[in-house]
T-cell receptor, first 113, second 114 residues
């Protein structure tokens, strides 16, 4: 079965600092990977997705993620944090045979002024 | 294009009651999926409908059911509510099927069971 592990339930960075949110996956087949963001009292918004076209994926709001098969990782980064980035971030893997996402537990990102 | 809409946004029920939640997908989207989000269990897949047929179901008891109408709108029903059913229920729609097609999420319905 596919699964996702997000390392760190809370991450705190200063405004302007690098953001690094970690995600490791487990999949017996080439995975389809996603990062979603959730702002308070809202649904999920797709930041970016990996579909095997390129290992470095660029998303919205300056975020990007790199797929590393050897490390089974898909970490999310942003060079310079902004106060508006404060939210909860979810890594997910797409089930090969179904329109179904398996989510990690989420990482709450706090930005310090 | 309007996004995914869910009604109601907030709901308070008591144990033993039943509840119906509604989801209207983005126009043209035929796949609708439902997820439950709780602080303890995180985001968990409930079921997915495509062209009025349930194609996949998560690991939830039979008290959780759903359906999809010919216009792709979907409803989910929870019978005999338990305190543990308190959660944010998210609906997502997709234009086609396949594991890497983006799912667009609605704002959710927050259900509180007292």
């Amino acid at each position: 079965a596919q699964s996702v592990t997000q390392l760190g339930s809370h991450v705190s960075v200063s405004e302007g600092a690098l953001v690094l949110l970690r995600c490791n996956y487990s999949s017996s087949v080439p995975p389809y990977l996603f990062w979603y963001v959730q702002y308070p009292n809202q649904g999920l918004q797709l930041l970016l997705k990996y579909t095997s076209a390129a290992t470095l994926v660029k998303g919205i709001n300056g975020f990007e993620a790199e797929f590393k098969k050897s490390e089974t990782s898909f970490h999310l980064t942003k060079p310079s944090a902004h106060m508006s980035d404060a939210a909860e971030y979810f890594c997910a893997v797409g089930d090969q045979g179904a329109q179904k996402l398996v989510f990690g537990q989420g990482t709450r990102l706090t930005i310090n002024p | 294009k309007a996004g995914v809409t869910q009604t109601p946004r907030y709901l308070i029920k008591t144990r033993g009651q039943q509840v119906t939640l509604s989801c209207s997908p983005i126009s043209g989207h035929r796949s609708v999926s439902w997820y439950q989000q709780t602080p303890g269990q995180g985001l968990q897949f409930l079921f997915e409908y495509f062209s009025e047929t349930q194609r996949n179901k998560g690991n939830f008891p039979g008290r959780f059911s759903g359906r999809q109408f010919s216009n792709s709108r979907s409803e989910m029903n929870v019978s005999t509510l338990e305190l543990g059913d308190s959660a944010l229920y998210l609906c997502a729609s997709s234009s086609t099927t396949g594991p890497y097609n983006e799912q667009f999420f609605g704002p959710g319905t927050r259900l509180t069971v007292l």
